[in-house]
Every structure is written in structure tokens, then in C-alpha cells.
């Protein structure tokens, strides 16, 4: 298995405040992704990443933010949590920008 | 507008029969095609994948199955197993990007 790490795993926040989810990887992969879970939508790009400092948005970005400062981390940021943004958070790594592995997620309910 | 979808939500199928979970997407720039599997409270785990200019890849009771000319997926499991019990994605690239699209999801029950 991929070694991808996600913290916290659960986080229970109020509406308006921020919120910072971490994403950890020990693999040395160039692209490190964020995706949301919700009921009848699969997984949806939120920000994406292809290098230290390189970002890019996905499908689902309005209100996150993203940073990459080392290979090895990537954090979403919600700058004002909304009770919308109550989902399921995914990381995922890859090395080619296609098979991507995912960590074990991170549960966020706000509130 | 879904580009990559997975119309039946949900499937059962009889221990030691076959699964066949379907896909279908609509923009034809896509290059490579992907299955996850998903169990409750876990990150999706990497099933199989297959390059548009092929027609079937194989790995195990695991068979993906393309058919470009109507732009379908297909991910067969032979014989099913109970632990084969999960939410199934398929996903797709945009040719030469890094980023994939992700169906909606197919909750597979295997019954003993």
C-alpha cells in the first residue's frame, strides 16, 4: 500500500470557522490531489497538485484553498467552513498523473 | 454534466456467479480508464485499469472490458466473492492530464 496518511480522521467544526486538513506521503510522488465524497456525486476534484508550490483547481474548488511546500505534504485549507462542505475528504498520490492511491480519508462535519 | 457515468446504483449478485458492473462516458478524449473498489469507511483502493487502445485487460477473476464505439466500460468479476461486497468507481483521464473523473459509484452485494 501506498504510504499516505491524512490527519485528523474526524473533525466536528461550526460554521465560519477554518479548517486545515493535512495530507502526508512517504512515496515521493509528484501529484498529490484532494477529493470530496458525497452521496450521488463519487469522488469530485476539489485542488490538485503536479510539484512543490504548483497548483491547480479541480471541478469543486470554490471556497478551498490548497499549499504544498514540501514534496511530501499537501494541505487543504477551508478558509470559513459552510455546513456544505460537511463530506468526506480523500488525498490521493500518483507517480504518473493517472493511477492515483488514496489515503483512508478524513471525515469533516460542520456544524 | 456527468461526464463518466454509472447508472445502476446498486447490484446483487449470488456468491460464485459473475458480477458485471457497467460504465459509460461521453467525451471521447479520454485515454485511460480505471476501476476502484471502495469499502465503508476506507479510501478507494486501485483495481484495475485499461488504455483506450485496447480492448480488454485481465488480472485474476478481475476482467475490464472497452468498447469505444459506444463508449462503455465494464468490469467483470469471476466467480463474485462476499468479500467482493463494495462500492465499485470506474474513472477516466482526459488525455494527457493529470487529473480523472470519477463516476458516481455502483454498490456491489455479494450474496453467499
Known amino acids: 500500500d501506498a504510504g499516505i496518511t491524512q490527519s485528523p480522521r474526524h473533525k466536528v467544526t461550526e460554521t465560519g470557522t477554518p479548517v486545515t486538513l493535512r495530507c502526508h506521503q512517504t512515496?515521493?510522488?509528484?501529484?498529490m490531489y484532494w477529493y470530496r465524497q458525497d452521496p450521488g456525486h463519487g469522488l469530485r476534484l476539489i485542488h490538485y497538485s503536479y510539484g512543490v508550490k504548483d497548483t491547480d483547481k479541480g471541478e469543486v474548488s470554490d471556497g478551498y484553498s490548497v499549499s504544498r511546500s514540501k514534496t511530501e505534504d499537501f494541505l487543504l485549507t477551508l478558509e470559513s467552513a459552510t455546513s456544505s462542505q460537511t463530506s468526506v475528504y480523500f488525498c490521493?498520490?500518483?507517480?504518473?498523473?493517472?493511477?492515483?492511491?488514496f489515503g483512508p480519508g478524513t471525515r469533516l462535519t460542520v456544524t | 454534466d456527468q461526464q463518466v457515468k454509472q447508472n445502476s446504483p446498486s447490484l446483487s449478485v449470488q456468491e460464485g456467479r459473475i458480477s458485471i458492473l457497467n460504465c459509460d462516458y461521453t467525451n471521447s478524449m479520454f485515454d485511460y480508464f480505471l476501476w476502484y473498489k471502495k469499502y465503508p469507511a476506507e479510501g478507494p483502493t486501485f483495481l484495475i485499469s485499461i488504455s483506450s487502445i485496447k480492448d480488454k485487460n485481465e488480472d485474476g477473476r478481475f476482467t475490464v472490458f472497452l468498447n469505444k464505439s459506444a463508449k462503455h466500460l465494464s468490469l467483470h468479476i469471476v466467480p463474485s466473492q462476499p468479500g467482493d461486497s463494495a462500492v465499485y468507481f470506474c474513472a477516466a483521464r482526459v488525455d494527457s492530464s493529470y487529473k480523472l473523473i470519477f463516476g458516481s459509484g455502483t454498490r456491489l452485494l455479494v450474496r453467499p
Open positions: 512515496e515521493n510522488h509528484r501529484y
Open positions: 490521493a498520490i500518483s507517480e504518473l498523473g493517472y493511477e492515483q492511491y
